[in-house]
C-alpha cells in the first residue's frame, strides 16, 4: 500500500479555545490557559492540537468572523504568547494546527471596509456585490445557515452583498485571483511561524456556482457549494502555499454536503488538494426538515453510512473520523445514554469510532464524558445559529417557545462550547471569574479530576485507543468490513490487515444483547472493553469489545 503519511497514526484534539481554560480570570478561555494543560493533552497522548479561531474578531460567530488574519485577538493573548503556546507543543511532540476561515471574512475586516466604500473601490471584487432585482429584491434566493436571507442591501451603495453565514461575514470572491492570492501568502506567513497546518472552514464554499447568481434563472434553492472552480482552487493553494515545503503538514477540508466521490478527489494523494475532509452524513442522520428538528437515531442508517464511507475511501483517500466538534451536541447525550450509562456508551462510541479506518479527532471534554447541557431559558445561549433560530421560529412562525427551546437542548452548539469541566470547584476549575456561557450543572460530578481518579475512566479509555493507533498498523491501516448490517442494536465489524484479523462488537442499547455473535469469540484474545471480564458471550448494555481473532 501506499507508505502511509504520518496522520494516518494520528489523533487530532480540537480546543476550543473560549471554553477550555482561562488564565487570566476574564471568563474566556486562551492562549496561556491551553498551554498550562500542554501536560494533560500529552497524557492523553494526542499528537495534534487543532485551534478553532483565536485572530482578532468581533465574535459574532465565536471568532469564526476574522476582523484581522495576521494577530491574534487580545482576549485569548497575544503573537508572542501564540509562539510560546507552539513551542512548548511541539517540545512534547505535539502538533499545531490553526482553522483557516476564509470562505468570509468579518465585516469590520479592512477589506470588507474597503470593498463596501463605493462602488469603485479596487477591493469591490472581493466580495460578491450585486444589484437589487428590478422589484428591489435580492440577487436570487439563497438563505444564510443563521436564519433569513444570504444577501444584504448595503445602504451606501444600494447593492446587496453575499453572506452565507451572518450578515457580519460576507463572503470573499474567491473567482478574484488577489483575494485567493492574499489568503496564500497569509498561510504561508502562519507556516513560517511553526505553525502545522489547517483545518478549512467550510472550504467547498469558496467556489460558487455563478450562474446561479448571475445566470438566468438566478438560482432560488441553495447549491452555492462546490462550485466547478473548487478542485482548481485547493491544488492552486497546495501549489502556492505547501509545496517545496520540507515540513510535515495536516489539511484538513470541513466540507457540508461532500460526496463520497468528491472525497475521493479531494484527498487523493495525487491530486495534491486536502489529506482529508470532514463529511456530515453521519450526523445528518437525526435531523427532519433541518437541524432544530431532531428524530431519533437509526443506529443502521448511521453503522452503514460510516461503512459507505469506509469503502468509498478504502483504496484512494483517507477518512477523518468525527462524532463530536463545537457545532455538533455532544455525542454521549446524543447517541449514548448519559444518564444510567454515560461511561459506558460514551467509552463503546470510542471504541467504535478509533476502530474505524481514518485520523480521529477527539473534541475537548468528549474524553471525560461531558454532556449536553439543558439552560431552563433561551437567554443562558449564545450561539447565533440558536439565537436566530428561536428568534425566527417563535417571532415569525409562531412556534411554542418551550419546544423550540427543546430542540436547541437536543441540537444547539453551545452544548459543546459550555466550559471544559477540569475539576469540582467554582466554575469547574475553567475560570476564577464569570465565564462567558454557564458551565454545565454537572461539573461536580463529571471532570477531568474526578474522572481521571475513577476506575471507569474515560480518560483512560481513550488513552489506550490512541496508544492502539500509535501501535497496531490494522488500526491504522487495517481493511474495514462491517457485518449485520442490519441488526438494530449490534454494531459490528472486521479490521483486517496481512498479519490480523480484529473484531469489534458492541451492543448499542440500554438493553444486554443476547443474540449469536457474529463469530464464536471463544478463542479470540480480548484487547479491549468497557466492561469488566466475565467471559460471556452476552454483550452488556453498551459494551463493547475488540478482540485479536
Ligand atoms: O461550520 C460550517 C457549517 O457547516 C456549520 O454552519 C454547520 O452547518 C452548522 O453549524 C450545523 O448546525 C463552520 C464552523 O465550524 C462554524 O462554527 C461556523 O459557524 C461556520 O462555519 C461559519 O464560519
Redo the contacts with the bound molecule.
Keep these: 500500500n501506499f507508505t502511509a503519511p504520518w496522520w494516518t497514526r494520528a489523533v487530532v484534539y480540537q480546543v476550543y479555545p473560549r471554553s477550555f481554560a482561562d488564565s487570566d480570570g476574564d471568563g474566556v478561555g486562551d492562549l496561556n490557559g491551553i498551554r498550562s494543560q500542554l501536560d494533560y493533552l500529552a497524557d492523553l497522548g494526542v499528537d495534534v492540537v487543532w485551534l478553532?479561531p483565536v485572530y482578532p474578531s468581533p465574535q459574532h460567530?465565536?471568532g469564526?468572523?476574522i476582523r484581522d488574519y495576521e494577530d491574534i485577538d487580545p482576549v485569548f493573548g497575544s503573537l508572542s504568547d501564540f509562539d510560546e503556546l507552539v513551542a512548548q507543543a511541539h517540545q512534547r511532540g505535539i502538533r499545531v494546527v490553526m482553522?483557516l476561515?476564509v470562505?468570509?471574512t468579518s465585516d469590520e475586516h479592512d477589506w470588507f471596509r474597503e470593498s463596501r466604500s463605493s462602488i469603485d473601490n479596487p477591493k469591490r471584487d472581493w466580495y460578491w456585490w450585486r444589484k437589487p432585482r428590478e422589484d428591489g429584491s435580492a440577487p436570487n434566493g439563497w438563505t444564510s445557515?443563521?436564519s433569513g436571507p444570504a444577501w444584504t442591501l448595503d445602504e451606501t451603495t444600494g447593492e446587496y452583498y453575499l453572506h452565507?453565514?451572518?450578515k457580519q461575514?460576507p463572503d470573499l470572491n474567491w473567482e478574484n485571483a488577489e483575494v485567493r492570492q492574499a489568503v496564500y501568502a497569509m498561510m504561508r506567513r502562519w507556516l513560517d511561524r511553526g505553525v502545522d497546518g489547517f483545518r478549512m472552514?467550510?472550504i467547498n464554499l469558496i467556489a460558487k456556482r455563478t450562474e446561479l447568481i448571475d445566470g438566468p434563472q438566478r438560482g432560488s434553492g441553495d447549491g452555492f457549494e462546490m462550485g466547478p472552480q473548487i478542485h482548481a482552487f485547493l491544488k492552486e493553494m497546495h501549489q502556492e502555499v505547501f509545496a517545496g515545503r520540507d515540513g510535515t503538514y495536516l489539511t484538513v477540508g470541513?466540507m457540508?454536503g461532500v460526496s463520497i466521490d468528491d472525497a475521493a478527489l479531494f484527498t487523493d494523494p495525487t491530486q495534491h488538494e486536502v489529506d482529508m475532509v470532514f463529511q456530515?452524513e453521519h450526523?445528518s442522520l437525526d435531523q427532519g426538515e433541518h437541524?432544530f428538528d431532531p428524530i431519533p437515531l437509526d443506529l443502521v442508517a448511521l453503522k452503514t453510512s460510516l461503512a459507505r464511507w469506509q469503502e468509498g475511501l478504502a483504496e484512494t483517500g483517507w477518512n477523518s473520523l468525527y462524532l463530536n466538534?463545537?457545532?455538533?451536541p455532544r455525542l454521549v447525550s446524543r447517541f449514548g445514554n448519559d444518564r444510567e450509562y454515560r461511561y459506558e456508551s460514551a467509552t463503546l462510541w470510542a471504541l467504535v469510532l478509533h476502530l474505524h479506518r481514518g485520523t480521529p479527532y477527539i473534541y475537548q471534554g468528549e474524553e471525560i464524558g461531558m454532556t449536553n447541557v439543558r439552560f431552563e431559558s433561551i437567554e443562558h445561549y449564545r450561539d447565533?445559529?440558536s439565537l436566530n433560530h428561536y428568534r425566527e421560529a417563535v417571532d415569525e412562525f409562531d412556534q411554542a417557545p418551550s419546544s423550540v427551546l427543546e430542540a436547541v437542548h437536543a441540537?444547539g452548539?453551545d452544548n459543546a462550547r459550555t466550559p471544559m469541566q477540569w475539576d469540582s470547584s467554582e466554575q469547574a476549575g475553567f475560570t476564577t471569574g464569570t465565564p462567558w456561557i454557564g458551565v454545565n450543572p454537572n461539573y461536580v460530578e463529571i471532570n477531568a479530576e474526578a474522572d481521571r481518579a475513577s476506575g471507569t475512566s474515560v480518560f483512560a479509555f481513550y488513552q489506550r485507543l490512541i496508544k492502539l493507533r500509535h501501535e497496531n498498523e490494522t488500526v491504522a491501516l487495517g481493511g474495514f468490513e462491517l457485518l449485520e448490517p442490519s441488526h438494530p442494536t449490534l454494531y459490528a465489524f472486521f479490521r483486517t490487515s496481512p498479519s490480523e484479523r480484529l473484531l469489534v462488537v458492541a451492543n448499542v442499547s440500554d438493553e444486554p444483547f443476547l443474540g449469536e455473535l457474529p463469530l464464536d469469540v471463544g478463542s479470540a484474545e480480548l484487547l479491549l472493553g468497557n466492561y469488566p471480564v466475565n467471559g460471556d458471550a452476552a454483550l452488556r448494555p453498551w459494551e463493547a469489545r475488540l478482540y485479536r481473532l
Design positions: 478553532s460567530d465565536n469564526y468572523d482553522d476561515v470562505n468570509h445557515a443563521f452565507l453565514f451572518a461575514q472552514d467550510v470541513e457540508p456530515f450526523v437541524k466538534n463545537h457545532d455538533q447565533i445559529e441540537m452548539r
